[in-house]
């Protein structure tokens, strides 16, 4: 889309008053210039899964049953936790209480507030 407009814009300044074709690409510069700055920030940043993964071996200790839905860390073989993937929340809340921790996302909680997010966050105890 980008490049479209810059050429569109390029092909008025051939024909119009270059005034025109600096206004024109001030405007453009002064509304597109900031989501591709902001973008390019989002992309440089630490993925959150990294950092949460950093997290869990700093403070949850070795052999701990874990339980995790999509979009949370991986975990390797050699991490020694015992780590249950539930990719699809097939597992119902009241096995939660069979894990030490649940690893969860903030789109859990707004998706499945109504059921499992919001309610494994109350009876965890701030464990998550």
């Known amino acids: 889309m980008s490049v479209m407009t810059a050429k569109a814009l390029e092909n008025m300044s051939m024909r119009f008053?270059?005034?025109?074709?600096?206004?024109?690409?001030?405007?453009?510069?002064?509304?597109?210039?900031?989501?591709?700055?902001?973008?390019?920030?989002?992309?440089?940043?630490?993925?959150?899964?990294?950092?949460?993964?950093?997290?869990?071996?700093?403070?949850?200790?070795?052999?701990?049953?874990?339980?995790?839905?999509?979009?949370?860390?991986?975990?390797?073989?050699?991490?020694?936790?015992n780590v249950k993937i539930d990719w699809h929340y097939k597992i119902s809340s009241k096995k939660y209480s069979e894990y030490d921790y649940i690893i969860t996302t903030n789109a859990d909680v707004v998706e499945y507030s109504e059921n499992k997010g919001y309610k494994l966050i109350n009876k965890t105890s701030g464990r998550v």
């Open 17 to 81: 008053n270059k005034h025109i074709f600096k206004i024109s690409a001030a405007v453009f510069l002064i509304t597109v210039l900031p989501r591709i700055i902001y973008t390019d920030y989002i992309l440089t940043r630490k993925d959150t899964r990294e950092i949460a993964y950093k997290w869990v071996k700093s403070n949850i200790p070795a052999k701990s049953k874990i339980l995790r839905f999509p979009y949370t860390p991986e975990f390797k073989p050699s991490d020694k936790y």
